[in-house]
């Protein structure tokens, strides 16, 4: 049988297990999928132990750190700098990130285009991921943050202007946000 998990800490709240579980035997296939609680001073110690399952997936506070222990990055780990999912293999271990995956083919599947304007709310890292792709399909990008996140979203929007210069973004307060020119309704 072979053995996933999910690493992270705290896991307390996580439904992964019975997720992946179901999502496996929808394919026909019977999988030990565990739950692996390991705070981040205990990764180094605890990461041959999960390089004997088949692949696991990653979450807070696990998704940078664990690069470093990864032999190769898909291209959009590379992108975004963090990693959700890894693949062990006989002679490597392969560091995916799909947290946008999921976030373009819920866009497709609406039938509506990020190369329109859109509000984004919060700028975290899985926002942050959602944040870029969307300028890198055209988006005119407004992020609604909280006071206390200025600083980060002003240094991803730096970021953000190193890689694509003609990106439209800008950042509102939240509590501000009603008072943006923005066009009332969804369209697709």
């Keep these: 049988m072979r053995k996933f998990g999910i690493l992270g800490h705290p896991l307390g709240h996580s439904l992964s297990p019975q997720i992946h579980t179901a999502l496996f035997a929808l394919d026909g296939e019977t999988v030990d999928y565990q739950m692996y609680d390991i705070a981040p001073e ?43 999912c890894i693949k062990v293999g006989k002679d490597e271990k392969i560091g995916y990130n799909t947290d946008v995956i999921g976030f373009t083919k819920s866009i497709a599947a609406l ?53 694509m210069p003609d990106a439209k973004v800008q950042y509102a307060v939240t509590a501000d946000i009603s008072d943006l020119p923005m066009k009332r309704g969804i369209t697709t």
């Design 111 to 163: 039938g509506a285009s990020l190369n329109s304007r859109v509000l984004l709310i919060g700028c975290g890292g899985v926002g942050r991921m959602i944040a870029t792709e969307a300028l890198r399909h055209g988006a005119d990008l407004t992020i609604g943050i909280i006071p206390q996140d200025r600083e980060l979203v002003e240094e991803f929007i730096r970021e953000a202007k190193q890689t």
């Design 42 to 84: 205990e990764l180094h110690d605890k990461f041959d132990f999960l390089s004997t399952l088949d692949g696991f997936n990653i979450t807070i506070p696990h998704k940078v750190s664990i690069i470093d222990f990864c032999d190769r990055l898909d291209a959009g780990a590379q992108r975004y700098r963090s990693v959700n």
